[in-house]
């Protein structure tokens, strides 16, 4: 009976306990990692399971894409992973704004635009929801840049705002996006952009790929897993995604049997750290030669200098770092974000070199002596200690450290610059450096545009002069789709290779240019001629441009008007808003006009209420930094503080597809100051070295008249053995 007893009680017991354990929350819900991870520095061998975008097991038979998300997703946080920093880039993330980086820039050649867009709140920038440009033709435009998610993928497209439909949209077009993107699939977050071994990854093909429309299928292919045959770019819009005759277009994987290992896994060749080269692919940039503001040409890929870090063994990484939100660490001086803000502050220039007690607030300031001595002391990485010998601290406060020791080597004249963005360099192409976007650098502008000039540093940076056709309301300039803009102006514009050379400094026939060189040396090769017969090219070039631009971009902005629906359609470029100058739509023009101009030919110049809208966009350049003997002011103050001084006296040149001449703006100018202000103060340094020698001088003579009153004292005082004997005799 006792034993009965006993059993039914420990029973009981049991079950309690069972209950009890139940009702525990598990290591997720309380906050820890429920995905498995190695906690070694050894790279772990991944040999996996691959899974499709249906989260089907995939074998050679299979002939749907693979999934990252259905396959990295089983050991790896994705859903965090894919909020950071490179994945939210088509989303205003208000926790990942920050400070304000390179544009989207949307480059059309044939209709001269080059339009800076970005989905985050940053000034300048326009949101390209509302001007028109759905997510679909962001994903199409500048999917082969982006690692994945954003308006990419399902979940972030149901999670962010709407395009707001207006009224000139038919509900045709509100409804060709949504069953497009059941046909592309979604472009996922793709781990392997960054974390393939390099040479593994296939970038150009993957870039193919999304141009091809096909979304779901670019990891796949990047990673050679197997062959993919069909676009869905050749499936009409509007196209049932259900019916199984559009099913039948859709892209098929023919996978290669060799990448499975017997056990049905697939070896990922894969590194925790990721190396140099995959963010090459996006973060590389060039600089362009100009001649008289003309382009000479991409410079030499030997005359660059690589970063001076990565010339002494570092990655990007080593500074660049994140954890699992994928929140990287940009580097700047005042970065916030979710991770310890000390331990961000140590990664930045300020830093790394020198230390950061000053990052610290009233509540670190009582940490222990071991925090504040070795956590926040500079030499991070064996970051040597900069002495700045002879540097007046104010030069802490006006300008960053990016400001002299980043960039370009900068000259008197601002480069052209081509960046991986914005040129795609790392496709196989011919480049010359005209293409566009125009990007020209290195500027010295204050940090922030938009705040008080007299209150923000001066860093280096790198801009363009927008360039879009517009509409103008109420005297407000804003864009209109450059879809539909081409579209639009096909027939007026008749543009087949670039607006440029076709337009604005079009290509002289052979009687043009016997007419400037005469016959005989209108035969001879290009390469052949004098400086003298290139001006005379160059100006007969812009005469034709200008009577060519004036024809065909008033055409096109009646035919945007017709067509579109526009009220008054502009151009803009170089800073310059062009309108109509016919009777017709004169009087339009001028009730939404701030103010303008006298006609010229068909169009005329206006001027705008939103002049940040056309005016220079810059955005910061930190990379590559050059050694501190190449640094701006390294040889003394005159480098800086005299007339021709490259961080105020050097110039840059309003540019872009029209060929109109625009006088060029110093660096003064850009960060506020007045040249006659410049010119005072340097007035002070000119005579410096005089004045160090006049002083040197004036204290040598000086000490050495006290030497010689100092002996001549000495000289006529008497000794002791004087004194006693003149004592004795007395």
């Not at 170089?574 to 303008?596: H, I, P, W």
Request: charge should be negative; hydrophobic fraction near 35%; proline fraction near 5%.
């Amino acid at each position: 009976m006792n034993n009965s007893i006993r059993t039914i009680v420990n029973l009981t017991l049991w079950g309690l306990g069972l209950a009890c354990f139940a009702a525990v929350p598990s290591f997720a819900e309380t906050g820890g990692r429920r995905f498995d991870h190695s906690d070694s520095d050894k790279r772990y061998l991944h040999h996996i399971i691959l899974y499709d975008i249906n989260n089907q097991k995939i074998s050679p038979e299979s002939d749907q894409p693979y999934s990252p998300q259905n396959t990295c997703g089983r050991c790896h946080d994705y859903e965090t992973i894919s909020h950071g920093w490179h994945f939210n880039a088509f989303r205003n993330d208000a926790a990942g704004n920050g400070r304000p980086g390179e544009p989207w820039i949307w480059t059309d050649e044939r209709t001269g635009t080059q339009l800076p867009l970005s989905y985050r709140d940053w000034p300048g920038r326009f949101n390209p929801a509302s001007i028109g440009l759905s997510e679909l033709e962001m994903t199409r435009h500048f999917g082969g840049r982006l690692p994945g998610g954003g308006t990419g993928a399902k979940e972030d497209r149901d999670s962010a705002p709407k395009k707001p439909i207006t009224a000139s949209e038919s509900d045709a077009d509100a409804s060709t996006e949504p069953s497009r993107w059941a046909l592309t699939g979604d472009l996922e977050v793709d781990c392997m952009v960054c974390h393939a071994v390099s040479g593994a990854y296939d970038f150009e093909l993957r870039r193919d790929t999304i141009a091809a429309e096909n979304f779901a299928w670019a990891p796949t292919t990047a990673l050679r897993l197997g062959d993919i045959a069909g676009s869905v770019a050749k499936i009409k819009d509007g196209s049932d995604p259900e019916d199984e005759a559009t099913k039948s277009k859709l892209p098929k994987v023919t996978y290669n049997a060799n990448r499975f290992n017997t056990d049905g896994t697939v070896f990922m060749d894969l590194v925790r750290q990721v190396e140099n080269n995959a963010c090459y692919q996006c973060h590389s940039q060039r600089s362009v030669t100009l001649h008289d503001g003309t382009v000479g040409g991409l410079d030499e890929q030997w005359v660059h200098d690589q970063d001076v870090h990565i010339r002494a063994g570092m990655n990007c990484t080593d500074c660049h770092r994140n954890g699992i939100d994928h929140q990287i660490t940009r580097g700047f001086e005042g970065e916030i974000q979710s991770t310890a803000a000390a331990d961000m502050a140590t990664l930045s220039c300020v830093g790394c070199h020198l230390g950061t007690d000053f990052y610290l607030d009233e509540d670190a300031a009582e940490a222990s002596l071991t925090q504040r001595e070795i956590a926040n002391r500079p030499g991070r990485l064996g970051a040597p200690l900069p002495h700045h010998v002879g540097l007046p601290p104010i030069h802490f406060e006006k300008l960053t450290c990016t400001a002299c020791h980043s960039g370009p080597i900068p000259k008197q004249t601002a480069a052209g610059l081509m960046t991986s963005l914005a040129h795609g360099l790392g496709e196989k192409a011919h480049r010359n450096g005209s293409e566009l976007p125009s990007i020209r650098g290195p500027l010295f502008v204050p940090w922030d545009m938009s705040h008080d000039q007299g209150n923000v540093r001066t860093t280096v940076a790198r801009g363009i002069w927008p360039a879009f056709w517009g509409e103008l309301r109420d005297g407000v300039v804003t864009p209109l789709s450059p879809e539909k803009v081409y579209t639009a102006t096909r027939k007026s514009l008749r543009v087949r290779r670039g607006f440029i050379e076709e337009i604005s400094r079009p290509e002289l026939s052979s009687k043009e240019l016997a007419d400037v060189l005469g016959p005989e040396r209108a035969k001879i090769e290009v390469n052949e001629y004098t400086e003298e017969e290139r001006s005379k090219i160059a100006a007969k070039q812009l005469e034709s441009g200008f009577a060519m631009f004036d024809e065909k971009v008033s055409a096109s902005l009646e035919a945007i008007q017709s067509e579109l629906g526009v009220e008054s359609a502009v151009y803009v470029s170089s800073g310059t808003v062009y309108g109509l100058a016919e009777k017709n739509t004169q009087e339009g023009d001028e009730k939404n006009a701030a103010e303008v101009t006298e006609p010229a030919g068909k169009l005329r110049e206006i001027s705008v209420k939103n002049a940040d809208a056309v005016d220079l966009l810059p955005w910061p350049l930190a990379h590559n930094v050059r050694p501190a003997g190449w640094s701006l002011g390294a040889t003394g103050c005159l480098e800086c503080h005299a007339d021709d001084g490259l961080i105020f006296a050097s110039t840059v040149t309003p540019v872009g597809p029209s060929p109109k001449a625009v006088a060029p703006l110093t660096m003064a100018s850009l960060q506020g100051i007045a040249d006659a202000d410049r010119l005072l103060w340097n007035q002070l340094f000119t005579g410096r070295s005089t004045f160090k020698v006049l002083i040197a001088t004036s204290l040598t003579t000086l000490a050495g008249l006290m030497l010689i009153g100092l002996f001549s004292i000495g000289r006529g005082k008497p000794t002791r053995d004087e004194t006693l004997t003149s004592g004795g005799a007395s």
